[in-house]
C-alpha cells in the first residue's frame, strides 16, 4: 500500500520541546518513512487488543521491521472494563519479559483505551520512554490520541489514576475506520459535536448540515470532522496543557457521562454514547441557567440524536448521580464544576446551584 499524499493532512501541536505532529491520511499504517521518522530506537512495543489486533496488527508490524525496527506485540483484552491496573501490569509484564530498554518506543494501535493506557505505560516505564498513537477509532482520531491525557480507571471514578504524557506523533489513518462497527462511528461523533459547541458555532452548524454524510461515511466529510476537530483541540492543548483551567471545557458533557460511566459499570454505555447524553445533560443546565436559549439547547438535543446517540439519561437516583459527579478531577472544594455554554459556540466552567442541578437530573432521566 502506498501512502497518497495529496489526501494526507499535517497539523501540529505547538507545546515547546514537547511539540509533535498529527498525520491524517489514508493508509499510512503501511508507510515505513513515515514511522520510521518518529521512531529513534530500534526497538518497538506495539501495544493493541483482541479486536484491532487481527485487522492491523500485521500491516503496521511489517511496516516497522521495513523500517527496520525489532517489533514486540503485547495483545490486551478489549474494552473499556479493561482500562485497569490488570491491564497495565500486562504491558510491563511484556516489556521487562522481553527486556525491552528505555530507547523502546511504545506504539497505540487502537482505539481510545488502548491509546490512554499505552500512554501511561510510556509516561512511567522505566519513568519514561517514547510513545506514538495510532488512533483507530473515530473517538480516538478526532479527541483522544491528541493532548497526552494517559491513564486508566479506578473503580470509583473514570479515568483517576494517570499523568499527562505527550506522544512523538498522532499517526491517524482514516482507512481503519473502514472497519468500525456504526455504534462506535455515532460515538466518535459526540466528540466532534462536543468542539462545535465549545469553540465554534460555524462548524457545530456544519456538523448539523453533514451528519447524515458523516454516518454514512463520506471520506471528505469525515477528514473535513478530524481535522476541524484535532485544530480545536491542539489549539485548546497548546493553550493549557495541563489543565490549570481553559482545557477543561474539553470536558463539555463530561461530568454527566462520567457518572453514567461508572454508576452503570465501565462499558455497558460507550463513552461517547455517555458523553452525546452527557451534552444534552449540561444543554439543559445551560438553559435553566438562562446561559443558552431553548432554540440552541434543542440544536443540541437534535444534533446528538441525529447522530444516532442516547438523548435520555439512565435513572440513577438524585442522589446517587450527585455522589458520582463529586468524584470528578475537575471539582473543587467539594463543589462540582460543570462545563456549560453561554451561548452555543463558547464555553464557561462554572457550579450550578444544588436545586437547579436537581431539576436537570429529573427532567433528562428516564421516567
Ligand atoms: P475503545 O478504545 O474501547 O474502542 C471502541 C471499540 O472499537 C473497541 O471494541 C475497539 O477494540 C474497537 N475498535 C477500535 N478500532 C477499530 C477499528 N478500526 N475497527 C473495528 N473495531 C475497532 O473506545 P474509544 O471510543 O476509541 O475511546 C474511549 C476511551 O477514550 C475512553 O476510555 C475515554 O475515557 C478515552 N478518552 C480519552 C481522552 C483523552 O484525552 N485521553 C479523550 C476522550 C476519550
Ligand atoms: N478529552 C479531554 C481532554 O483531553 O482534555
Request: hydrophobic residues 45%.
Amino acid at each position: 500500500m502506498e501512502r497518497s499524499l495529496s489526501n494526507c493532512i499535517d497539523l501540529r501541536v505547538d507545546l515547546g520541546e514537547r511539540s509533535y505532529p498529527i498525520t491524517i491520511g489514508t493508509n499510512l499504517l503501511a508507510d515505513a518513512n513515515l514511522f520510521a521518522a518518529h521512531i529513534a530506537g530500534n526497538r518497538v512495543a506495539i501495544v493493541t487488543n483482541t479486536i484491532v489486533g487481527p485487522l492491523y496488527l500485521e500491516t503496521l508490524t511489517q511496516t516497522l521491521k521495513a523500517a527496520g525496527k525489532q517489533v514486540t506485540p503485547i495483545v490486551l483484552p478489549d474494552g473499556e472494563e479493561e482500562k485497569t491496573w490488570t491491564s497495565l501490569m500486562r504491558i510491563f509484564d511484556v516489556l521487562l519479559e522481553e527486556k525491552c530498554d528505555r530507547k523502546t518506543t511504545l506504539v497505540a494501535l487502537g482505539g481510545g483505551v488502548i491509546g490512554d493506557m499505552t500512554g501511561f505505560a510510556a509516561a512511567s516505564y522505566m519513568r519514561g520512554v517514547p510513545f506514538i498513537q495510532v488512533p483507530t477509532t473515530l473517538l480516538s482520531q478526532v479527541d483522544s490520541s491528541v493532548g497526552g491525557k494517559t491513564g486508566i480507571n479506578h473503580p470509583l471514578g473514570k479515568n483517576m489514576i494517570g499523568a499527562f504524557y505527550q506522544p512523538q506523533a498522532v499517526i491517524a489513518d482514516t482507512a481503519t475506520l473502514n472497519t468500525l462497527p456504526d455504534n462506535e462511528l455515532s460515538a466518535g461523533l459526540a466528540e466532534v459535536i462536543k468542539h462545535g459547541a465549545i469553540t465554534d458555532a460555524q462548524f457545530f452548524a456544519w456538523i448539523e448540515a453533514n451528519i447524515q454524510k458523516l454516518l454514512n461515511r463520506d471520506s471528505e466529510a469525515l477528514a473535513y470532522a478530524i481535522r476541524r476537530s484535532c485544530e480545536i483541540k491542539s489549539d485548546v492543548v497548546r493553550q493549557d496543557e495541563r489543565e490549570g483551567g481553559l482545557r477543561a471545557i474539553l470536558n463539555f458533557g463530561h461530568t454527566f457521562a462520567h457518572a453514567i460511566e461508572a454508576g452503570l459499570g465501565y462499558g455497558t454505555w460507550l463513552h461517547g454514547e455517555a458523553v452525546g447524553c452527557g451534552m444534552v445533560m449540561a444543554a439543559d443546565l445551560s438553559h435553566r441557567l438562562g446561559y443558552i436559549d431553548a432554540q440552541a439547547k434543542d440544536r443540541i438535543k437534535a444534533l446528538v440524536q441525529a447522530a444516532r446517540l442516547p438523548v435520555i439519561a439512565p435513572d440513577l437516583g438524585v442522589d446517587r448521580w450527585i455522589e458520582l459527579m463529586q468524584v470528578d478531577k475537575k471539582n473543587e472544594a467539594g463543589k462540582i464544576k460543570f462545563i456549560l455554554l453561554q451561548p452555543l459556540g463558547k464555553a464557561v466552567i462554572t457550579t450550578a446551584p444544588a436545586q437547579v442541578l436537581e431539576e436537570t437530573l429529573r427532567t433528562c432521566v428516564k421516567q
